[in-house]
């Protein structure tokens, strides 16, 4: 089983910097794809930013220069750098992962979600 733990969400003023991180953790063999979405009060989940195994990242057009993503390969910890905070930023954002465990299956593993709120 692998699990995926997101923290770093909280309150922040317009303008302002988050770091989000997700840990994946369990028995894992590879990591194929790792995606960082949000999801807005009322709204559908939308994808925000992605990083497969070759490290080419992909970002929304509506976070694109505003956001990063960075990995520490060898803990399975993918961060993402939020910067020039909007309020239409707020949202849960979830982390998911994909990948092959311990025994060669493929995984498809999501976190609880950690809330960001932007707000003066």
């Known amino acids: 089983q692998v699990l995926v733990v997101e923290s770093g969400g909280g309150l922040v003023h317009p303008g302002g910097s988050l770091r989000l991180s997700c840990a994946a953790s369990?028995?894992?063999?590879?990591?194929?794809?790792m995606g960082w979405y949000r999801q807005a009060p009322g709204q559908e989940r939308e994808l925000v930013a992605l990083?497969?195994?070759?490290?080419?990242?992909a970002y929304s057009d509506s976070v694109k220069g505003r956001f990063a993503l960075s990995t520490d390969n060898t803990r399975n910890i993918f961060y993402l750098r939020m910067s020039d905070l909007k309020p239409e930023d707020t949202a849960i954002y979830f982390c998911?992962?994909?990948?092959?465990?311990?025994?060669?299956?493929?995984?498809?593993?999501w976190g609880p979600g950690t809330q960001v709120t932007v707000s003066s």
């Open positions: 369990g028995s894992i063999f590879s990591i194929r794809l």
């Open positions: 990083i497969p195994s070759q490290n080419k990242t």
């Open positions: 998911n992962v994909k990948g092959l465990d311990g025994r060669r299956g493929n995984f498809d593993s």
